[in-house]
Every structure is written in structure tokens, then in C-alpha cells.
């Protein structure tokens, strides 16, 4: 079997012993330009993937040009996430994503509580009621007398 030191790999038990004595190193190095380990990992593989893919690269060089390419494929993933993120601040505003099935059953239940109150009250103040709840003033409920208004306000409230 080849020493790993010697970065000359010609079989697969080759790049088996480099993968192992650089892995975690280059796994490190990755994980410390992304902050995300997991990924890191995933890049120290393909790290590796193209080091075995390119024959140019073994050799008494091959240690340098691992660490050198796990540095630009982190820049790289780098890139990736800031794109991905502007990309989806300026789509957000598009594309809203579908209602859950818990937000859908939240929604109806509210609707349902809402409705259930505003029909135990007499339709005056439920009027009121609805009214003041979207932020309307004394003035703009000006076909109700401001005492009558203020006495359904705070009766529609308690009920």
C-alpha cells in the first residue's frame, strides 16, 4: 500500500490512507470559512472526489493543492449561500409559500371563536365591536353618538 505521505495514489487503498490521514483537517478548514460542519464535510469529500480525478495533482505538490482547492471550494460554497439568500430575499415578496395545515386549522379556529362571540351580542355592538377593531376612531363611527358608542365599546368588550 502507498504511504500517504508520499501523495502518489494509483489505487483505491491509496486515496483510502490520504483520505484518512487529511480528511478532518480539510473537513476544519472548510468548516471554518462556511460555519456549517455538516456541509464542510460534504465539500472535504468532493475535496478528495476531485484530487482523485485529476492525476496532475498527485505528486510531492498533492498536500498543497488539497488544502488549496478545500479553501476555494469554501469560498465557493461561500458565494453559493449569498447568492442563495439575496436571491431569496427578492423573491420572498413574489412567491409567499402555501399555508401549513396547522395555520389553516389555526385561521378557522379563530374565525370560528370570532364568530361565536360576535353572534352571542346584539348586532349594535357588534358593529362597534368589529369597527373598533380595525382601528377606527369615535369620528369615524360617526353614525353612533360618541356616549353610545363608548358604552358599546366597553360593553361589547366584556361580553
Known sequence: ??????????????LDAIFRAHYERI???IGRVIHDQARAEELA???FLKWWR???AHG?????????????EALDE??????????????????ESPPTPEHLYAVNAEQ????????SLNRRRAEVLLLWSQGLSYQDLSDH??????YHLKTGQRE
Open 78 to 95: 461561500l458565494r453559493r449561500q449569498t447568492r442563495r439568500s439575496r436571491f431569496e430575499r427578492l423573491f420572498s415578496f413574489i412567491r
Open 112 to 119: 370560528h371563536r370570532v364568530r361565536t362571540v360576535l353572534g
Open 45 to 47: 469529500v468532493e475535496v
Open 54 to 56: 485529476n492525476p496532475q
Open 27 to 29: 473537513a476544519r478548514v
Open 1 to 14: 500500500m502507498t504511504e500517504p505521505s508520499e501523495m502518489e495514489v494509483t489505487n483505491p487503498e491509496g
Open 145 to 150: 353618538p360618541k356616549p353610545a358608542t363608548d
Open 60 to 72: 510531492e505538490h498533492a498536500e498543497g493543492w488539497l488544502y488549496r482547492t478545500s479553501i476555494r
